[in-house]
């Protein structure tokens, strides 16, 4: 009922799954989990207080599992935080690798014919589109005062 992750899981990201109840396969998933988000390329869009409550999520976890052999010797609602805990980790992953995604566009300049290959993940996509809205607004504002 706890914590085990597929082999179709694990080649599409390092989510928690609920489906064993055994303490070793947390630790190896956990393990796991932990490297991907210290390498920094799968979830490099996860920020600093995102990965720092991903791993409080972990650690919350790994002390609940610890005592015991078998998750259904856990009250209900530990269980139930437990289930929270996992709820978050695998969104908060789920949204940093969707926002680590690279894409790549080729560009021209003005007047050549030279195209150049551009790369960007999806969250600097965002920052930037939003940087360059913000300021298009300030420039129309600075126009409509003059």
């Given at each position: 009922m706890l914590f085990c992750l597929t082999g179709v899981s694990v080649a599409q990201s390092e989510t928690i799954d609920n489906q064993t109840i055994n303490k070793v396969d947390f630790s190896a998933q956990r393990?796991?989990?932990?490297?991907?988000?210290?390498?920094?390329?799968?979830?490099?869009?996860?920020?600093?207080?995102d990965r720092?409550?991903?791993?409080?999520?972990?650690?919350?976890?790994?002390?609940?599992?610890?005592?015991?052999?078998?998750?259904?010797?856990?009250?209900?609602?530990?269980?139930?935080?437990?289930?929270?805990?996992?709820?978050?980790?695998?969104?908060?992953?789920?949204?940093?690798?969707?926002?680590?995604?690279?894409?790549?566009?080729?560009?021209?300049?003005?007047?050549?014919?030279?195209?150049s290959r551009h790369c960007e993940t999806a969250g600097a996509l965002r920052r930037r589109l939003r940087e360059e809205s913000s300021t298009g607004l300030t420039r129309l504002d600075v126009l409509r005062t003059q």
């Open positions: 393990q796991r989990i932990e490297q991907a988000i210290s390498k920094g390329v799968r979830y490099a869009e996860l920020s600093k207080p720092a409550n991903v791993l409080q999520a972990l650690d919350r976890i790994g002390v609940k599992l610890a005592g015991v052999t078998d998750a259904a010797q856990l009250p209900a609602d530990q269980l139930e935080s437990i289930k929270a805990d996992q709820s978050y980790v695998n969104e908060a992953l789920a949204e940093a690798e969707r926002m680590s995604t690279l894409r790549c566009e080729n560009r021209g300049a003005l007047g050549s014919n030279i195209r």
